[in-house]
């Protein structure tokens, strides 16, 4: 996480307002809590920028059932990135044998004109952090064969490449299976 300062959570400012939590932030970007009132904002980014979209329903219900892994990039009191995660139990990507408790990425996005200023790397850390937090031993997410830029990103983050899923996409594209452990 290039530069950014972790800062704790503060419940109201001088004034007594009530402090949105942020978690970590980089210069003037800030990451925090996705909450109800973002996921409008969250659906444009990711019509915008990923080809795979979700019913209204599924950001809510990811939202109320795994509040600490959604989290938002702010910048201005806009939203420009969001990182949508769910905690699984399952078969381990990155052991032989056994079961782990998962952290799952589900879908990561930055808007275009913020790439390439360390939002998606914080994004990422982040929720691995709150997945850590939530007893996750590993991280992992698909992503398009493709999608370099992304790959390359998880890989410098510390994710290998643990498994190919041919026709994973709806256009027939494969995806990559990546993970990392958690707290180590
Ligand atoms: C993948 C994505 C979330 C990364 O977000 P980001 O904020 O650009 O990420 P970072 O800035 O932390 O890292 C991006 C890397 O891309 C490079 N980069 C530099 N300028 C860039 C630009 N204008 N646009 C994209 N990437 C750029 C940098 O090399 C940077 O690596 P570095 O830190 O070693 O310099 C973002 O590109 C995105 O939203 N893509 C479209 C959606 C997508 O593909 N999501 C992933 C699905 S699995």
Request: charged letters at 25%; one cysteine or more.
């Amino acid at each position: 996480m290039h530069g950014a300062n972790k800062i704790y959570p503060t419940e109201k400012d001088e004034t007594g307002a009530v402090q949105k939590a942020i978690v970590a932030r980089a210069g003037d970007y800030q990451i925090r809590r996705c909450e109800r009132d973002d996921i409008p904002a969250v659906i444009e980014i990711n019509s915008e920028t990923l080809p795979e979209h979700y019913s209204d329903y599924f950001y809510y219900e990811i939202l109320a059932e795994f509040p600490e892994t959604f989290l938002v990039a702010e910048l201005g009191g806009g939203l420009i990135g969001y990182v949508m995660s769910r905690i699984e139990y399952g078969f381990s990507h990155l052991r032989r044998l056994g079961l782990a408790r998962k952290g799952h990425v589900v879908s990561v996005a930055v808007r275009e004109q913020h790439r390439g200023r360390s939002v998606g790397s914080m994004l990422m850390q982040a929720a691995q952090e709150a997945m850590l937090a939530k007893s996750a031993t590993e991280c992992y997410l698909e992503v398009r064969v493709s999608n370099t830029g992304a790959i390359n990103l998880y890989q410098r983050l510390g994710y290998r490449t643990a498994g190919r899923l041919e026709g994973y996409y709806k256009d027939g594209e494969a995806a990559l299976v990546m993970a990392i452990p958690l707290g180590q």
